[in-house]
C-alpha cells in the first residue's frame, strides 16, 4: 500500500508528524505538505505564482502553496507513482458541519478524490493536540481496516472523519454521519495598525446550529469518531423542478423584451 499524505497546518506540524509515523508502520507513506499553515484555503490552486517543492531534514517536502496545490503537483509529476490512497491532516482543529466548505484538510484530500483516488481527511476535534497519539492510533487502525476490506481498490472515494480528544481507551465507537450545520461567523474583528489603517481579521466560526442525533457534531460531543462521505456535487437535486419551472419563467420573460 502506497499513500500520499498531506495536511492545512504545514509540514512541521505535529499532526502530520504523528500521521506519518502512525501510516509509515502499515504502508509506504509520502508527505507533501504547505511550508506554512493554509488552514481555510479550502481547494485554491495557486496559478499566478511559481510554486517550489523543498525536502525537509526529516525526509517530508514542502510546497510554497496550498494543500490542494500539494496534492496536485504530487500526483501530476512530483510523484513517479499513482497512490492507493491520499490522507490529510491530522488537522489541528474539527472539521465538521460547514467547516468542510472552507477546509483545506478536506480540500487536500477532495484534490486526490478528484484525481479518481480513494482519500481521507482527519481532524481532531479540539485544538492543541491533545491526546494526538490516540487519534493517531485511530487513523491507522481506520485505514488498515479499509485495506483489509478491499476498498482501496473499489473506486475513488472521499471521507471527512472528526476524532474526539481522548485516550484510546475512552473514545466511543465510529458512526457514520451527516454533516451537521453552524450559526454565522462571529463579527469581523478590527483593529488599528500604527500608520493608523483599519486591520479586519475574520471572525471565529460560529457554534453548531444543527448538532441533532446523526450529524458529525453529534458523534464527536458523545465521544465517538464521525465519519462523513462527501461528494464534490453541488447541484440542489431537490429543488430542480422548482427551478426547472423559475428558469422556464425567466427564459420566457427575457423572451418578450
Known amino acids: 500500500m502506497r499513500i500520499l499524505i498531506s495536511n492545512d497546518d504545514g509540514y512541521q506540524a505535529p499532526g502530520v508528524v504523528a500521521l506519518y509515523e502512525a501510516l509509515r508502520e502499515i504502508a509506504d507513506v509520502e508527505v507533501v505538505a504547505p511550508e506554512q499553515n493554509n488552514s481555510a484555503k479550502s481547494n485554491a490552486l495557486t496559478l499566478h505564482s511559481p ?18 496545490d500539494c496534492v496536485h503537483i504530487a500526483l501530476t509529476g512530483l510523484l513517479d507513482y499513482r497512490p492507493d490512497l491520499v490522507v490529510s491532516g491530522i488537522n489541528n482543529g474539527a472539521n465538521m458541519g460547514d467547516d468542510t466548505i472552507y477546509s483545506g484538510t478536506v480540500g487536500a484530500a477532495m484534490e486526490g478524490y478528484l484525481f479518481g483516488i480513494p482519500s481521507i481527511a482527519f481532524s481532531q476535534v479540539q485544538r492543541d493536540w491533545l491526546h494526538l497519539d490516540a487519534a493517531a492510533h485511530k487513523a491507522r487502525e481506520l485505514v488498515l481496516q479499509m485495506s483489509q476490506q478491499n476498498l482501496l481498490g473499489s473506486g475513488a472515494w472521499l471521507l471527512n472523519v472528526n476524532i474526539p480528544n481522548l485516550p484510546v481507551d475512552q473514545m466511543g465507537h465510529v458512526k457514520l454521519c451527516r454533516l451537521g450545520r453552524r450559526h454565522a461567523a462571529e463579527p469581523v ?30 458523534a464527536t460531543a458523545q465521544g465517538h469518531i464521525a465519519i462523513t462521505p462527501l461528494k464534490v456535487d453541488l447541484t440542489d437535486h431537490d429543488n430542480l423542478g422548482y427551478w426547472a419551472q423559475t428558469a422556464a419563467r425567466l427564459s420566457s420573460g427575457m423572451g418578450a423584451r
Not at 483593529?191 to 481579521?201: C, H, I, L, S, V
Open 189 to 218: 474583528i478590527t483593529q488599528q495598525n500604527p500608520r493608523n489603517e483599519t486591520m479586519y481579521w475574520i471572525g471565529a466560526a460560529g457554534p453548531a446550529k444543527d448538532d441533532a442525533d446523526g450529524t458529525d457534531f453529534h
Open 51 to 68: 510554486l517550489y517543492v523543498q525536502r525537509a531534514v526529516n525526509g517530508f517536502r514542502y510546497v510554497n502553496g496550498t494543500p490542494a
